[in-house]
């Protein structure tokens, strides 16, 4: 079982919008609509901000959202505000056995 | 409200035993998964164990199988992690979440950090 992949950074001025991607195979995100995303601060507990790929829990902006195309998922966060500036990762499930994995990790950079 | 409250951090030395614990309140103990997720200084987050106390079945990454044990006792609704002889590697925050649904952990708990030097 490996690591999701997800770029090392990624970084956009604000007001744009980035994507982040993450690719599994056909053994975790390819297989299950059970993608989720997290947001981690410096120094912070990981927060939930997509769950089952392009779901939102409440209290999570609409400026979030995700989507899966085969292997690949992807969060976009549309109309960067500074405070998004953190690390993302994201995890897939990946069976009964060995049902959880996450990515390397994301460090979004607010230009 | 659901919390999860972890245990404080701990100092050890190596080969020492270790069990860190975490108590849920405010859902149903028995009818959640729950498990760990390792953050090393500077690192991403690493999917160690889950359980599920109602019957206590286990899942184990394959990267921690036999490293660690997983359990719980649901009469005090807190599940634990154990080492029985810890490395320098074992060195990280250890954060205890809510397996909601497939690939969703939420909430997470506060985190304890291992420091095994």
């Known amino acids: 079982q490996s690591a999701l992949t997800q770029p090392r950074s990624v970084s956009g001025s604000p007001g744009q919008s980035v994507t982040i991607s993450c690719t599994g195979t056909s053994n975790d995100v390819g297989n299950y609509n059970y993608v989720s995303w997290y947001q981690q601060h410096p120094d912070k507990t990981p927060k939930v901000i997509i769950y089952d790929v392009n779901k939102r829990p409440s209290g999570v902006p609409g400026r979030f959202s995700g989507s899966k195309s085969g292997n690949t998922a992807s969060l976009t966060i549309s109309g960067l505000q500074g405070d998004d500036e953190a690390d993302y990762y994201c995890?897939?499930?990946?069976?009964?056995?060995?049902?959880?994995?996450f990515g390397g990790g994301t460090k979004l950079t607010v230009l | 409200e659901v919390h999860l409250v972890q245990s404080g951090g701990e100092v050890k030395k190596p080969g020492e035993s270790l069990k860190i614990s975490c108590q849920g309140s405010g859902y149903r103990f028995t009818t959640d998964w729950i498990g760990w997720v390792r953050q090393r200084p500077g690192q991403g987050l690493e999917w160690v164990a889950v359980i599920y106390p109602g019957d206590s079945d286990t899942r184990y990454s394959p990267s921690f199988q036999g490293r660690v044990t997983i359990s719980a006792d649901k009469s005090i609704n807190t599940a634990f992690l154990q080492w029985s002889s810890l490395q320098a590697s074992d060195t990280a925050i250890y954060f205890c979440?809510?397996?909601?649904?497939?690939?969703?952990?939420?909430?997470w708990g506060q985190g304890t950090l291992v420091t095994v030097s």
């Open positions: 995890c897939s499930y990946a069976g009964s056995s060995t049902p959880v994995v």
């Open positions: 979440v809510l397996g909601r649904a497939a690939g969703l952990f939420d909430p």
